[in-house]
């Protein structure tokens, strides 16, 4: 049995239009799945309710996630990283992974923001130099 929990990452449990479309489009994909829309807080305060799923996805939200208590990217990431199945983000939910891994960081350490947007972006090369450049055919170290 495929059992599939749909978390509702919007502040407000009331929010739930993403997540409703997503479910009845998995009834559609997969009839034979029972599908679970719970709110990201009822799992926070009970991780217990995800045990049993074999799939969790997580849904669009419409807030900024500044608008967000600093715990919320930490406890998805450690949520993420104990579930044994596959992880699906879609539109928002995709965005809150992504802060999750990878800019979990800037948001811990508000020079780390700074050092980037000062960096200088590299220089990409022109069109004329990549059509110049030797072309190599052959596995690599040979």
């Known amino acids: 049995m495929v059992r599939i929990v749909l978390c509702n990452l919007n502040l407000q449990p009331s929010e739930r239009g993403g997540c409703e479309r997503i479910a009845d ?20 305060r009970d991780p217990v309710l995800v045990a049993r799923a074999t799939a969790l996805v ?5 807030t900024p996630f500044a608008a967000y208590d600093r715990a919320f ?6 949520l993420v990283e104990v579930f044994p199945g596959p992880v699906l983000g879609v539109c928002g939910g995709m965005q809150a992974l992504a802060l999750a891994w990878t800019a979990l960081d800037i948001l811990v350490d508000p020079q780390v923001l700074e050092r980037a947007r000062g960096a200088q972006r590299p220089r990409t090369p022109s069109a004329r130099a990549i059509a110049a450049a030797p072309l190599v055919l052959g596995s690599r170290g040979a």
Not at 58 to 62: A, E, F, I, N, R
């Open 25 to 44: 489009a998995l009834a559609v994909l997969m009839p034979e799945a029972e599908v679970t829309l719970l709110h990201f807080a009822q799992i926070r």
């Open 58 to 62: 997580l849904g669009p939200q419409g």
């Open 73 to 78: 990217l930490p406890w998805l990431r450690a």
